[in-house]
């Protein structure tokens, strides 16, 4: 039942494979074994498309109409009447041409796409300071403008037009990667804890399978009572220059209760039991299986003398 179970869940992360780009799901599938006409696009890249989309529309598609002009052409402008109203700020003037049926296109800038300000088709700007010729000039044309106070608060633009989307997108990409992952130990797992080991320590007293639980396999306990007295009584075997076995292989078909077995050995020893599976220390990314063995013997260490068991190590070396 294990390796079947293994068969499935490698399938499975071929399946859900998100560096796998075009992954053609063909055979006995749900489709009837019809290939489908376009690739499996993993949903990390859509979203990354998606967002690059929206920091390009952000700062080149959003458009200004907006000219800066200097300021002797500002005033002829004025003067002409083809500027009717203006804004004055600290900075610039910014003078607004009514045009009828024009669409507003412009949005305050730093903000784009996220916090839109619109304004008329068309503008000018130029940079200058209020003198008093200047107001003269627009009273006489009998324009309006408005004085603007400096009211840009540059840490809400930041947040807006960075820490926002990235913040979402981040959030967005992790819960996918969790749901990709089925939440314990899977694909959106291994991206966040890549060197971790997927291994839960049975502390002692807590694994409660005993030889008598196990049944059919008489040859095979009688041979692991020296290895259970050994991990109960050290000192017996030390004291006569013994060593304890560096491992045992366990061989035999699925279903046999060769898990069963090395957790009888870990109950009737009284020792902490860690269960990890083979192909957890195969991985896509270069230096994760190594790192996972470090990982799980630093904790079989510290908890030391306890019991390793690798269920499926056909994985690793391709053959029982």
């Known amino acids: 039942m294990s390796d079947s179970r293994n068969d499935n869940n490698n399938k499975n992360n071929k399946q859900d494979d998100p560096f796998n780009f ?45 000219s800066l002009i200097p300021f002797s052409e500002f005033k002829d402008r004025i003067t002409s009447g083809e500027i009717t109203r203006i804004e004055i700020t600290s900075v610039y003037f910014t003078g607004y041409v009514d ?16 916090v839109p300000q619109p304004r008329p088709a068309k503008t000018y700007r130029t940079a200058g300071l209020l003198t008093e010729d200047f107001v003269r000039l627009l009273d006489s044309v009998n324009l309006t403008y408005t004085v603007i106070p400096e009211q840009r608060n540059f840490i809400l633009d930041f947040i807006l037009q960075w820490v926002l989307p990235f913040g979402l997108f981040f959030l967005m990409w992790r819960f996918l990667m969790k749901r990709m992952g089925g939440g314990t130990g899977g694909l959106g797992g291994s991206i966040f804890s890549a060197g971790q080991t997927r291994s839960a320590a049975v502390e002692e007293g807590k694994v409660t399978a005993r030889f008598a639980d196990v049944a059919g396999v008489d040859e095979a306990k009688e041979e692991l009572v020296e290895v259970v007295d050994f991990l109960k009584f050290p000192k017996k075997y030390t004291d006569i220059g013994g060593k304890i076995p560096r491992g045992v292989l366990l061989v035999g078909p699925p ?23 083979g192909s957890d220390f195969v991985e896509m990314f270069v230096g994760v299986g190594a790192s996972r063995v470090r990982d799980l013997f630093k904790q079989a260490r510290e908890k030391a003398p306890c019991i390793i068991f690798i269920d499926e190590l056909d994985a690793i070396g391709k053959s029982r």
Do not use: C, H
């Open 99 to 114: 045009s009828a049926g024009e669409p507003d296109t412009t949005a305050q800038p730093g903000l784009g796409l996220f």
């Open 255 to 277: 279903g046999t209760g060769k898990t069963l077995l090395a957790r009888a050995v870990a109950g009737e020893a009284g020792v902490p039991f860690f269960r990890i599976s």
């Open 22 to 66: 075009f992954n053609f799901s063909g055979g006995n599938g749900g489709n009837g074994g019809k290939r489908p006409p376009f690739p499996r696009i993993p949903v990390w890249a859509i979203l990354l498309a998606v967002f690059a989309g929206m920091v390009i529309f952000n700062y080149f598609m959003v458009t200004r109409s907006d």
